[in-house]
Antibody, heavy 120, light 106 residues
Framework: EVQLVESGGGLVQPGGSLRLSCAAS????????MHWVRQAPGKGLVWVSR????????VYVDSVKGRFTISRDNAKNTLYLQMNSLRAEDTAVYYC?????????????WGPGTGVTVSS | DIQMTQSPSSLSASVGDRVTITCRAS??????LAWYQQKSGKVPKLLIY???TLQSGVPSRFSGSGSGTDFTLTISSLQPEDVATYYC?????????FGQGTKVEI
């Protein structure tokens, strides 16, 4: 079964750090570009970051540039999002997502999400 | 960066109605446009990719059209289970921007 499962979310103070993980199974993880998408409470979907297959190329939405780092460990079939200098506006459910070759990159694989709350 | 603008932001329709949601890209994205459905408290679900290709398992009452900058998602006969928020997304290049969403109610 194709599956993504996020972990690592929680409550953190402003200025703090968290590392999210996304464990993949059921598909050839090392050959897929991977993404993080977030959704603040009651708000819409926001694409956050993307990493290519070997981790050599990464892209970020402007609001997280310089603070978040996406990475992957293909030996462990795991995607990461290191989040530093967290702000209240980073409070959201964070999803990892990917697209199979059939959908040409549209996201047909989603994890259940992990919640991040930035508050003092 | 390319912006994605959906309209309307919300709509209310009756069961059996034909519903149309539009999505406009600020630059040409060819047909690299996806539509997602997100029910309350649930994970987004891919409905349509490549602007008009129905994802496997999605009911045929959903359809997509358009290319370039203007796209449409149509529900031919609205059903109670279609109550959700719908998002478009460009995926030709990063950033893979989503539209702001359209909430569909009955």
């Amino acid at each position: 079964e194709v599956q993504l499962v996020e972990s690592g979310g929680g409550l953190v103070q402003p200025g703090g750090s968290l590392r999210l993980s996304c464990a993949a199974s059921g598909f050839p993880f090392s050959t897929y570009w991977m993404h993080w998408v977030r959704q603040a409470p009651g708000k819409g979907l926001v694409w956050v970051s993307r990493i290519n297959t070997d981790g050599s190329n990464t892209v970020y939405v402007d609001s997280v540039k310089g603070r978040f780092t996406i990475s992957r460990d293909n030996a462990k079939n795991t995607l990461y999002l290191q989040m530093n200098s967290l702000r209240a506006e980073d409070t959201a459910v964070y999803y990892c997502a990917s697209g199979t070759p059939v959908t040409r990159g549209a996201f047909d694989i989603w994890g259940p999400g992990t919640g991040v709350t930035v508050s003092s | 960066d390319i912006q994605m603008t959906q309209s309307p932001s919300s709509l209310s329709a009756s069961v059996g109605d034909r519903v149309t949601i539009t999505c406009r890209a600020s630059q040409d994205i060819s047909n690299s446009l996806a539509w997602y459905q997100q029910k309350s408290g649930k994970v987004p679900k891919l409905l349509i990719y490549a602007a008009s290709t129905l994802q496997s398992g999605v009911p045929s009452r959903f359809s997509g059209s358009g290319s370039g900058t203007d796209f449409t998602l149509t529900i031919s006969s609205l059903q109670p289970e279609d109550v959700a928020t719908y998002y478009c997304q460009k995926y030709n290049s990063a950033p893979r921007t989503f539209g702001q969403g359209t909430k569909v109610e009955i």
